[in-house]
């Protein structure tokens, strides 16, 4: 796997980018590979469970993370395209409370590696867009928290304009000075 890897203003948050051989027939690209993820980007990562969602336009999932088995993320869209955000939940981290977010698409096949430690969200700014992602593992609803997407304390800069739409669990998402710490 050959790519080009880039540090956000978190580091441990990287983009990663696939390169890809295409044609008049089409493209391809190799989008994960063990060894070279493990030399690249994040050795000793394990992942045990792949999600794909589908949100429409406006949708704005998270700000997610949970308190207990907490997941590492790789993410990527194959369809439209999302504002990504991690935000640094580890409290002992001098970047406690700060966000890093990108531009997934379709047509970038940029993906983000988002370590254990961190909240995760994106806002949907297509009319429609799928997502993948793989976790290092597995969902535990009763760990699960949210912190809200929009706290004044993050200040993250979504691109809405107007409000997003969101699950009632996103939307009772609590503010960063309330949240259950992160291990």
Known sequence: ?????TLTRLPEVKIIEPEMFGDARGFFFESFNARAFAAQVCAGVDFVQDNHSRSLKHVLR???YQIRHPQ???VRVIQGEV?????DLRRASRRFGQWAGVTLSAENRRQLWIPPGFAHGFVVISDCAEFLYKTTDYWFPEYER???WNDPEIGIEWPLIGAPLLADKDAAGKRLADAEACP
């Open 146 to 148: 949210s912190i809200l």
């Open 1 to 5: 796997m050959t790519f080009k890897l």
């Open 72 to 74: 590492g993320k790789l």
């Open 62 to 64: 998270g700000l997610h």
């Open 83 to 87: 504002f990504d955000v991690a935000v």
